[in-house]
């Protein structure tokens, strides 16, 4: 397996007779080459491969799939991603005890030949910038630099999320001037809590804290 390699391919909508799957950098057979049919940890083990096995710095596995989602070898959520390919594949379930041995051999690929790559939640950073995720369908992240913000669909951070998280609503045109109506401080203040905010979202610290002082 090679990190940087081609992720999963399209599957058939719907099971159907087939010897195996081709795809863009993966080739998945059901059949040996003496004509019996495979075992299924090792058609599962094909089928991750076909995915971007990498590990984080604290040394936990992750897979990260063509559209960008990002799951832990280990995690229920990624055996319903192999699971899901192999019917669409075979049409059949897959056995438990296969799945967990193809996890385990994909969770050692992670670990010992996929590359280290910080993985990040809801919040992450890139080249000086912040990147949210927006927890939406397409995977789509705003990113925010000194500069301006701008829509990336296709982000070169990978984001984990736990549970079902809600989509962030669309950003519109900046308007700090709206914020003042409820924050009363000097307009020569103004740029201090604007940048406080902003620090807020950074994905790691140092943190600057806000004090205001005023009559009660």
């Given at each position: 397996?090679?990190?940087?390699?081609?992720?999963?391919?399209?599957?058939?909508?719907?099971?159907?007779?087939?010897?195996?799957?081709?795809?863009?950098?993966?080739?998945?057979?059901?059949?040996?080459?003496?004509?019996?049919?495979?075992?299924?940890?090792?058609?599962?083990?094909?089928?991750?491969?076909?995915?971007?096995?990498?590990?984080?710095?604290?040394?936990?596995?992750?897979?990260?799939?063509?559209?960008?989602?990002?799951?832990?070898?280990?995690?229920?959520?990624?055996?319903?991603?192999?699971?899901?390919?192999?019917?669409?594949?075979?049409?059949?379930?897959?056995?438990?005890?296969?799945?967990?041995?193809?996890?385990?051999?994909?969770?050692?690929?992670?670990k010992h030949e996929g590359r280290a790559a910080q993985v990040f939640l809801r919040i992450g950073e890139s080249n000086g910038a912040i990147v949210i995720d927006t927890g939406g369908q397409d995977r789509a992240c705003h990113v925010v630099s000194a500069a301006a913000w701008r829509t990336d669909e296709t982000p070169?951070?990978?984001?984990?999320?736990?549970?079902?998280?809600?989509?962030?609503?669309?950003?519109?045109?900046?308007?700090?001037?709206?914020?003042?109506?409820?924050?009363?401080?000097?307009?020569?203040?103004?740029?201090?809590?604007?940048?406080?905010?902003?620090?807020?979202?950074?994905?790691?610290?140092?943190?600057?804290?806000?004090?205001?002082?005023?009559?009660?």
């Amino acid at each position: 397996h090679t990190p940087g390699a081609t992720v999963a391919p399209s599957l058939p909508a719907s099971p159907a007779p087939a010897t195996g799957l081709e795809g863009e950098g993966l080739r998945v057979s059901l059949i040996t080459a003496g004509g019996t049919p495979r075992p299924q940890a090792a058609v599962l083990i094909d089928i991750g491969q076909g995915h971007t096995l990498f590990h984080d710095h604290g040394g936990d596995a992750y897979a990260r799939l063509q559209n960008g989602a990002v799951y832990t070898v280990c995690g229920s959520e990624y055996r319903e991603i192999l699971s899901g390919e192999f019917y669409k594949l075979t049409g059949k379930g897959a056995n438990r005890n296969a799945l967990a041995d193809a996890v385990t051999t994909l969770a050692a690929i992670a670990k010992h030949e996929g590359r280290a790559a910080q993985v990040f939640l809801r919040i992450g950073e890139s080249n000086g910038a912040i990147v949210i995720d927006t927890g939406g369908q397409d995977r789509a992240c705003h990113v925010v630099s000194a500069a301006a913000w701008r829509t990336d669909e296709t982000p070169s951070v990978y984001f984990r999320r736990s549970g079902k998280p809600l989509s962030l609503p669309e950003p519109a045109e900046p308007a700090f001037d709206l914020l003042w109506r409820y924050v009363n401080v000097r307009p020569a203040d103004h740029v201090l809590i604007a940048a406080w905010l902003l620090a807020a979202l950074r994905p790691r610290g140092p943190y600057p804290i806000l004090v205001l002082i005023g009559e009660q």
